[in-house]
């Protein structure tokens, strides 16, 4: 027969994870996380219409590069002044977070350098007249679509870098 | 001369942790780091700092030797 009391007891067993404390540098790459994506969000927003990037003027693209620059510097100096605050309240840091930094430093620039190949990338398949219709083209000549192939590129080193101090704090 | 080979630090921390009764979050409370870093070290992907290791021995009530090895 079921028996109701034991299937609770082990279903609470085996779906049971030890909690594991959340590190200061990972609550910081999170927030960074969450700020950089913000950022990015704010820029496709003002870029795109619907699936297309139509064209803007400079003064536009201005606008929206020191509005963007801006909040990115503004969300830095809160998140570095919480974190300074929450390590002075003695928060939890793990020893290894020096490495951690040092790998996820490099990853993101990883990311970053694969993202300025793909611009590359861009350049060449526009020119050639040979390129297969369903391998994705952007025209990087196009001011606001190269601003925000830029500030992918940007997003996505920073993206990497975030997200290689949570994963490798958990490894 | 040639440099030395890089060697390896093994350690029996499980084994001693388990045999006086403690968790991975236990013992790094008492050693003041986190458990994934005493995962790290357990599993030997993680050589710990001379502090860190210490503490882990001093925790184990075992000798420093005794609870870690290196093999050059």
Redesign the interface.
């Given at each position: 027969m079921f028996d109701m009391p034991n299937a609770t007891a082990y279903v609470k067993q085996v779906s049971h994870f030890p909690r594991i404390a959340m590190t200061l540098s990972e609550k910081q790459a999170w927030g960074a996380l969450a700020a950089g994506t913000l950022v990015f969000a704010y820029v496709c927003a003002n870029t795109f219409e619907g699936w297309a990037i139509p064209d803007q003027s400079a003064r536009s693209l201005w606008r929206t590069w020191l509005f963007a620059i801006g909040a990115a510097i503004v969300l830095d100096l809160a998140l570095t002044a919480w974190a300074q605050r929450e390590r002075a309240r003695g928060a939890l840091t793990d020893e290894r977070d020096e490495t951690i930094l040092r790998r996820a430093d490099s990853i993101g620039f990883g990311a970053m350098v694969a993202g300025v190949q793909v611009v590359m990338w861009q350049f060449l398949w526009g020119r050639s007249v040979d390129a297969h219709p369903l391998i994705p083209r952007f025209d990087p000549t196009h001011a606001p679509t190269l601003f925000l192939m830029l500030f992918a590129i940007v997003w996505v080193g920073y993206f990497a870098r975030q997200a290689a101090v949570i994963v490798l704090g958990r490894l | 001369v040639n440099p030395p080979a890089k060697g390896h630090v093994t350690n029996v921390i499980r084994a001693l942790r388990t045999e006086r009764g403690l968790?991975?979050?236990e013992l790094a409370d008492v050693v003041g780091?986190?458990?994934?870093?005493i995962i790290?070290v357990e599993a030997e992907?993680?050589a710990?700092?001379l502090e860190?290791a210490f503490r882990i021995a001093r925790a184990l009530e075992r000798p420093f030797e005794a609870v870690f090895s290196f093999k050059p």
């Open positions: - | 968790t991975q979050q780091a986190t458990r994934q870093t790290a992907k993680y710990p700092s860190l």
